[in-house]
């Protein structure tokens, strides 16, 4: 995730104002503690880097407006924790924790200290282990190799290839890059495509870590809104023809994070929209096996059988199989592989090989697992759909056909404070602000279904806790909610 300020740079109470957003529980008796969990959001996520240097107290009192007071008390929660330093005559800056930072809830959370719904990744797929022992027990075969595969492992690639071929998309091997992640994926075509200034069509909202990378290459989002049903085709292509973007990063296959997933008409459309204006598109195909409601291979086609020549397609297995594998691929052209290959030494020389064989093994028959996931999935999702209707009764979703998350509509402009307010509960939580280009969505909030269905059940009682303590209504302002956390 990219820093809201370089590492070591100094933010100016205006601009931290602005990122604490609406940071304040209504009611609250102690707002100290409110403003010290809030700024600790920030550290967390990453957007206040250690050795970020804070504006003088005075100077945040003023922007916020709060009295000196509440600053002071709210610092020293911080510096007790670790995460912030100061220095007489040098000031205060964010400092790294000298242990775990630990958030203790009310009350505790089934055995967990802290739910993460900030990241939508389900755990290790039943069967990796014994596939590790697979390749572990035929290893001994490729360690006389040298280990470097720029282009990735054969026998990885043509099970790459061939699950292509049974989505209905013909593919060579020689079509594949294996990477260290869609990520990685993602930093590797940046790079080969854009340069500083150029522009990037992506949808509003998109996924905050593909934001970070297209910002990170010093490159430009141009955001095209979603709409209630889906992508707003005439908008994409009316941007395309007036931004000019270099290309287009768009996930059509139950989308992050609004889950919508582009139909065979809407994909064929939006082929010719980019072949008329000439830009690629870079087509995340991420969470594609995630077909909750039904077989991925019955899906609509991949969007390269319709661009085969302007489509670049990013995978992974880091939310089908497990984030741990860090794994993931490009599949485009084969003058554009060479192309990546060509520029990739400069970042690396491949990707894990024994990672890249346990995959490999995975995918030589990979539907009995992935339907177990995917029953797994649907049935978490549908208690997470249940606890929220229970517990945040004004909440408004839709239920997702596939992917990992729900898009929650508020009542209110209140997402940063929830998810402020949620770090007391035991819950963390990536606010709307994240999803957005250029910030916003403080009425949307992101909710993975990737937890067990014990914990998806209390965190969305606990949920109910922060939606009432945010709004003001039904959970007084007891001493318990208004304690620092430790």
């Known amino acids: 995730m990219s820093p809201e300020v370089p590492p070591g740079g100094r933010i100016s109470g205006f601009r931290l104002a602005r990122l604490l957003g609406e940071w304040r529980r209504r009611g609250a008796r102690q707002g100290s503690s409110d403003l010290a969990a809030a700024i600790r959001l920030l550290v967390l996520d990453g957007r206040l880097p250690a050795g970020t240097r804070l504006p003088a107290e005075r100077e945040l009192a003023d922007a916020l407006p709060v009295s000196r007071t509440m600053i002071t008390a709210a610092l020293d929660q911080l510096r007790e924790e670790g995460l912030v330093a100061s220095r007489r005559g040098a000031g205060s800056w964010i400092s790294l924790p000298t242990g775990a930072l630990g958030i203790v809830p009310d009350t505790p959370l089934l055995g967990h200290s802290m739910v993460d719904f900030a990241r939508a990744a389900p755990p290790a797929l039943p069967g990796l282990l014994a596939a590790f022992d697979s390749v572990r027990r035929h290893l001994p075969d490729h360690l006389a190799d040298h280990g470097y595969y720029e282009h990735g492992h054969p026998d990885l690639r043509r099970a790459i290839a061939a699950r292509y071929e049974a989505r209905g998309l013909p593919t060579s091997p020689d ?91 809407g994909r064929s459309e939006l082929a010719d929209t980019a072949r008329r204006a000439r830009t690629p598109l870079v087509i995340d195909e991420t969470v594609c096996e995630l077909d909750l409601d039904g077989d991925p291979l019955d899906g609509p086609p991949p969007m390269a059988k319709f661009a085969e020549d302007l489509v670049i397609t990013l995978g992974s297995a880091s939310k089908s199989h497990w984030g741990g594998l860090r794994i993931g691929w490009i599949r485009a ?32 028959n990979p539907d009995p697992a992935l339907r177990e996931r995917r029953a797994g999935l649907a049935g978490q999702r549908d208690v997470l759909m249940a606890g929220l209707r229970e517990h945040c009764p004004t909440w408004n979703f839709r239920r997702p056909a596939g992917g990992l998350s729900l898009w929650c509509e508020l009542d209110a402009p209140v997402s940063t404070r929830i998810a402020v ?41 606990r949920l109910g806790l922060v939606a009432a303590a945010v709004a003001g209504t039904g959970v007084a302002a007891d001493e318990d909610l208004a304690v620092p956390v430790a």
Not at 421 to 427: E, K, L, P, S, Y
Not at 436 to 455: I, K, S, T, Y
């Open 175 to 265: 079509q594949i890059v294996v990477t260290s992640g869609a990520q990685h994926a993602l930093a590797l075509v940046l790079r080969l495509f854009t340069g500083p200034g150029d522009r990037v069509l992506v949808e509003q909202p998109s996924y905050p870590n593909a934001l970070d990378a297209i910002k990170a290459v010093s490159a430009i989002p141009v955001p095209v809104a979603m709409t209630d049903t889906g992508w707003d085709l005439p908008g994409i292509a009316a941007a395309l023809r007036q931004a000019a973007p270099r290309l287009a990063y768009l996930v059509v296959d139950f989308h992050n994070p609004t889950a919508h997933r582009l139909d065979e008409a």
């Open 421 to 461: 307010v949620a770090q007391n509960h035991g819950i963390r939580l990536a606010p709307g602000s994240r999803f957005g280009a250029h910030g916003g969505f403080e009425r949307w909030l992101r909710l993975p279904f990737v937890q067990p269905p014990d914990v998806l059940r209390d965190a969305a009682r």
């Open 333 to 364: 052209t084969p003058e554009v592989v060479h192309r990546l290959i060509s520029t990739r030494a400069a970042l690396d020389l491949g990707s894990a090989v024994v990672d890249q064989l346990v995959l490999a093994e995975l995918l030589a």
